[in-house]
């Protein structure tokens, strides 16, 4: 997405009451874009980006922070580190991972401080620690297709996120076919193995995932590149998702599809998996949500609902100011595949099932 990601978000939903918890919260969360949410044990983890900073919340509620701290702060680490010189600034898309024991956030970064395209410095990166708060230690990770891994030789990759099949690690990410100095080349969908966990993190071989090719992901007016980017992996029972999105990040045109594993034998072979979509989509101008996508998921408290947190534009025109709405997601008894509905707009909805009990029995034993 090439696109500036850089504003600090505030929270404006859900606040209880000192006499007793609110049952609803309201939409949208907050302002900001490319939303990360992560449940571990009882509490929900989100990560996202600040100026040269990325940061990191942590709550027993999806729909508010309790704990807000700054997990790693690329200009400070950069003054005592300068081989961090390759990136640090343009922090996009931070995605938070608990990983076989550790903690690891993936994001782009560039070596320049732009805040307009072309935006032809991201590479991708990963901070490895053992606390969703750090310290970390942060390491490159190469997208291009030099065997050698040449930094010299690296191309342009954002929105990395973890899969794992079978016990196996995967990275997907949103690349160039080839570097440029413009942003004049579609987005592609890239995997490729994880060979290596831990601060030495290290990707096997890149190979093309997917590529925008249906009518509703190809470019129109106003588009200058047809693009696929910020998947993310989504199970239920037996079945593998990724979800992605497609069309101008800065138009309404935005929406989400789907790729579903049919064959767990390769997930490197793009014929392992089947395109469908659009599954997730609001094209009607008078509706108050615009362009929606970039989308992560969890379960609430309980367990018994599944959530989807998504970045919507805050108007039709065009332009990159977006904010961040909550909705709950089913899943089709028959074909298996995850339906969300339309996005719900502005206003307020009933909390994800659990949390009001939680906060409620949490208020009674202080």
């Given at each position: 997405?090439?696109?500036?990601?850089?504003?600090?978000?505030?929270?404006?939903?859900?606040?209880?009451?000192?006499?007793?918890?609110?049952?609803?919260?309201?939409?949208?969360?907050?302002?900001?874009?490319?939303?990360?949410?992560?449940?571990?044990?009882?509490?929900?983890?989100?990560?996202?980006?600040?100026?040269?900073?990325?940061?990191?919340?942590?709550?027993?509620?999806?729909?508010?922070?309790?704990?807000?701290?700054?997990?790693?702060?690329?200009?400070?680490?950069?003054?005592?580190?300068?081989?961090?010189?390759?990136?640090?600034?343009?922090?996009?898309?931070?995605?938070?991972?608990?990983?076989?024991?550790?903690?690891?956030?993936?994001?782009?970064?560039?070596?320049?401080?732009?805040?307009?395209?072309?935006?032809?410095?991201?590479?991708?990166?990963?901070?490895?620690?053992?606390?969703?708060?750090?310290?970390?230690?942060?390491?490159?990770?190469?997208?291009?297709?030099?065997?050698?891994?040449?930094?010299?030789?690296?191309?342009?990759?954002?929105?990395?996120?973890?899969?794992?099949?079978?016990?196996?690690?995967?990275?997907?990410?949103?690349?160039?076919?080839?570097?440029?100095?413009?942003?004049?080349?579609?987005?592609?969908?890239?995997?490729?193995?994880?060979?290596q966990l831990g601060e030495k993190m290290t990707l096997g071989k890149r190979h093309l995932l997917a590529k925008p090719e249906e009518k509703w992901e190809m470019k129109a007016?106003?588009?200058?590149?047809?693009?696929?980017?910020?998947?993310?992996?989504?199970?239920?029972?037996?079945?593998?998702?990724?979800?992605?999105?497609?069309?101008?990040?800065?138009?309404?045109?935005?929406?989400?599809?789907?790729?579903?594993?049919?064959?767990?034998?390769?997930?490197?072979?793009?014929?392992?998996?089947?395109?469908?979509?659009?599954?997730?989509?609001?094209?009607?101008?008078?509706?108050?949500?615009?362009?929606?996508?970039?989308?992560?998921?969890?379960?609430?408290?309980?367990?018994?609902?599944?959530?989807?947190?998504?970045?919507?534009?805050?108007?039709?025109?065009?332009?990159?100011?977006?904010?961040?709405?909550?909705?709950?997601?089913?899943?089709?008894?028959?074909?298996?595949?995850?339906?969300?509905?339309?996005?719900?707009?502005?206003?307020?909805?009933?909390?994800?099932?659990?949390?009001?009990?939680?906060?409620?029995?949490?208020?009674?034993?202080?």
């Open positions: 997405m090439i696109v500036p990601r850089e504003a600090l978000c505030t929270s404006r939903g859900g606040a209880p009451t000192d006499e007793t918890p609110s049952r609803t919260f309201v939409n949208p969360l907050r302002d900001g874009a490319d939303p990360w949410i992560v449940k571990h044990g009882d509490k929900y983890y989100t990560c996202r980006s600040g100026r040269r900073k990325i940061i990191v919340t942590e709550s027993r509620f999806m729909t508010r922070p309790e704990r807000t701290e700054v997990a790693f702060d690329f200009a400070q680490a950069a003054a005592e580190n300068p081989e961090l010189a390759w990136t640090g600034y343009t922090i996009w898309a931070p995605e938070l991972h608990y990983i076989e024991g550790k903690w690891y956030i993936f994001y782009a970064g560039g070596q320049r401080d732009i805040h307009k395209p072309p935006y032809t410095w991201q590479r991708a990166g990963v901070l490895v620690g053992d606390s969703p708060f750090g310290p970390f230690e942060c390491r490159r990770l190469f997208t291009g297709d030099d065997p050698e891994q040449k930094p010299e030789n690296d191309i342009w990759g954002i929105d990395m996120t973890h899969l794992e099949v079978d016990g196996k690690h995967y990275a997907v990410w949103s690349g160039w076919p080839k570097q440029v100095d413009d942003n004049s080349q579609d987005q592609l969908l890239y995997i490729a193995e994880i060979t007016g106003g588009e200058w590149i047809s693009l696929v980017e910020g998947a993310a992996a989504l199970k239920h029972g037996d079945d593998v998702f990724l979800l992605y999105s497609t069309r101008g990040s800065w138009t309404a045109n935005y929406k989400m599809g789907l790729l579903k594993l049919i064959d767990r034998s390769n997930p490197l072979d793009s014929r392992s998996w089947e395109k469908h979509g659009p599954v997730f989509a609001d094209d009607d101008p008078h509706d108050e949500v615009f362009g929606v996508g970039h989308a992560s998921y969890t379960t609430s408290p309980d367990g018994r609902e599944n959530w989807i947190l998504y970045h919507s534009k805050k108007a039709l025109t065009g332009g990159w100011q977006r904010e961040v709405y909550l909705q709950p997601f089913t899943f089709d008894p028959q074909t298996g595949l995850p339906v969300f509905g339309k996005p719900v707009g502005k206003g307020e909805l009933k909390r994800p099932s659990g949390e009001y009990e939680a906060e409620l029995s949490g208020m009674k034993s202080e």
